[in-house]
């Protein structure tokens, strides 16, 4: 089967990118090179599910991506003017559509993470899948209450955390660190090809470094 395969070291931004809601600028976070991604004020200041909240509020990159792997390393931890709610929610979209009104992503919850031992049922959801527009977390949550498009995960914030996600039509694998965590056969995909995006929510400064892309 062929490959392709591009790579960003994340220590500038990518050629092509653009920015939806957020700010994004080279840093060295933990001694790597990396993107700090954050929402911009107006977002962060602005209406749930609206400006934020399972919204496209991501660095978006060329990518022309159908199937294949996706990952990324990610820091993620709480901004200071983080609400009671924020988790230090960062991780990555992917098939966004031109419009960017449309696309799937996968992102993780370090506070919800097994490392700060969270109660139940917060241990199954550090790890969350969505589709936008029409199946956002809250949503899948109340149709599914089995849960299948969440899932807990050993990780914990302010942490360099690998998260590689596995991607054939609707089939969906999700590993972090490592470790199968999530397996779908069946995604709320709406469109097959598209970009790949940064994702950051509200609350929430992440810093992102090697990106990897490859297409089957």
Do not use: H
Request: proline share 6%.
């Amino acid at each position: 089967m062929n490959k392709q395969s591009i790579t960003y070291d994340l220590g500038t931004l990518p050629e092509g990118a653009k920015l939806y809601s957020v700010t994004a600028s080279p840093t060295i976070m933990d001694g790597r090179q990396a993107l700090r991604v954050t929402l911009t004020d107006e977002a962060s200041k602005g209406e749930p599910n609206i400006d934020f909240i399972d919204m496209p509020t991501f660095l978006r990159i060329p990518g022309d991506f159908k199937n294949g792997t996706i990952s990324v390393n990610l820091f993620s931890k709480l901004r200071d003017d983080a609400p009671p709610y924020a988790r230090g929610f960062a991780g990555l979209a992917y098939r966004i559509d031109n419009s960017g009104d449309v696309f799937e992503a996968v992102y993780l919850r370090p506070l919800n993470g097994l490392k700060v031992k969270p109660e139940s049922p917060r241990d199954k959801r550090a790890v969350q899948y969505f589709s936008y527009p029409n199946w956002k977390f809250d949503r899948l949550r109340q149709e599914y209450p089995d849960g299948r498009f969440e899932a807990g995960a050993n990780i914990g914030p302010a942490e360099w955390i690998n998260l590689t996600l596995e991607i054939a039509e609707t089939y969906l694998t999700v590993f972090v660190d490592g470790a199968e965590c999530m397996s779908l056969d069946k995604t709320k995909a709406e469109v097959t090809t598209g970009d790949i995006g940064l994702f950051v929510d509200i609350g929430t400064e992440a810093f992102f470094s090697e990106l990897r892309i490859t297409q089957r």
